[in-house]
C-alpha cells in the first residue's frame, strides 16, 4: 500500500529552521503533486505550501511566504519543506499528503494519501 513517511520535525527555538522530509513509497511518485499541510491544537488542518506534479509551480500559505520553500527530487521519491524564521505559530503536526496530476491544490479534500504527521515545535 502507499505510505507517505515524514522526517525531520523537532524542537527549535524561534528564529530558527528546520527541514522536513516526506519519503513515498508504492506510488508513481513523479505523476503527484505533492503538499504539506499543518494542524495546531484546537485549530483546522491548514494549507503550508504545494508543488506540482511536473515541479513546474509552487504555492504557499501567505502565512510562510518567504521564509519556507518546498522543492522536490523525483529520483528520491521525496518532497521537502525547509522552514527559515521559524517563529510560535507555526509550531503544529506537520503532514504531507500527494495529489494525483495535481496542480499543488491548497483544498486539503484535493489529496489521496496522506503521512503520518511529524511535530515541530517553535519556542519563543
Known amino acids: 500500500q502507499v505510505q507517505l513517511v515524514e522526517s525531520g520535525g523537532g524542537l527549535v527555538q524561534a528564529g530558527g529552521s528546520l527541514r522536513l522530509s516526506c519519503t513515498a513509497s508504492?506510488?508513481?511518485?513523479?505523476?503527484?503533486?505533492m503538499g504539506w499541510f499543518r494542524q495546531a491544537p484546537g485549530k483546522e488542518r491548514e494549507f503550508v505550501a504545494a508543488?506540482?506534479?511536473?515541479?513546474?509551480?509552487?504555492r504557499y500559505a501567505d502565512s510562510v511566504k518567504g521564509r519556507f520553500t518546498i522543492s522536490r527530487d523525483n529520483a528520491l521519491n521525496t518532497v521537502y519543506l525547509q522552514m527559515n524564521s521559524l517563529k510560535p505559530e507555526d509550531t503544529a503536526v506537520y503532514y504531507c499528503?500527494?495529489?494525483?496530476w495535481g496542480p499543488g491544490s491548497t483544498a486539503w479534500a484535493a489529496y489521496d494519501y496522506w503521512g503520518q504527521g511529524t511535530q515541530v515545535t517553535v519556542s519563543s
Open positions: 508504492r506510488l508513481p511518485f513523479s505523476s503527484y503533486a
Open positions: 508543488i506540482s506534479w511536473g515541479g513546474i509551480s509552487t
Open positions: 499528503a500527494a495529489d494525483l
